[in-house]
């Protein structure tokens, strides 16, 4: 599985932004069971924001996103799509999407996002910089 995440960008407080993260697939079967989103901002951990199951759309956010997110996905043009409003100062920081190709992660068994160590794809990140 090969990730592309796009995107990101200088947006203002309160401003919108779409991410999104292509999906390379090999041969005719799914390549993966979720999806996830993210984030590091400098100096601080990797944390998981969002993520969609493959097997029923179910999605999980943090309770730092929740209401301002939404994670969905094209699977005609396997794509994921991260959309971002109300955009927060804190909300900066690079933005990664992530593959789980084993179907263990706590997102595709409906227990929450999980951790960075249930992915074993990641695309190469997008920045993403919300200041006035």
């Known amino acids: 599985v090969q990730l592309q995440a796009s995107g990101g960008g200088l947006v203002q407080p309160g401003g919108s932004l779409r991410l999104s993260c292509a999906v390379s697939r090999r041969g005719r079967s799914s390549d993966y069971y979720a999806i996830a989103w993210f984030r590091q901002a400098p100096g601080k951990a990797r944390e998981g924001v969002s993520c969609i199951a493959s097997n029923d759309d179910s999605s999980y956010y943090s309770d730092s996103v929740k209401g301002r997110f939404t994670i969905s996905r094209d699977n005609v043009k396997n794509t994921l799509y991260l959309q971002l409003n109300s955009l927060k100062p804190e909300d900066s920081g690079v933005y990664y999407c992530?593959?789980?190709?084993?179907?263990?992660?706590?997102?595709?068994?409906?227990?929450?996002?999980?951790?960075?160590?249930?992915?074993?794809?990641w695309g190469q990140g997008t920045q993403v910089t919300v200041s006035s």
């Open positions: 992530a593959a789980d190709s084993r179907g263990m992660s706590p997102c595709f068994i409906g227990r929450g996002i999980g951790a960075e160590k249930d992915y074993g794809y």
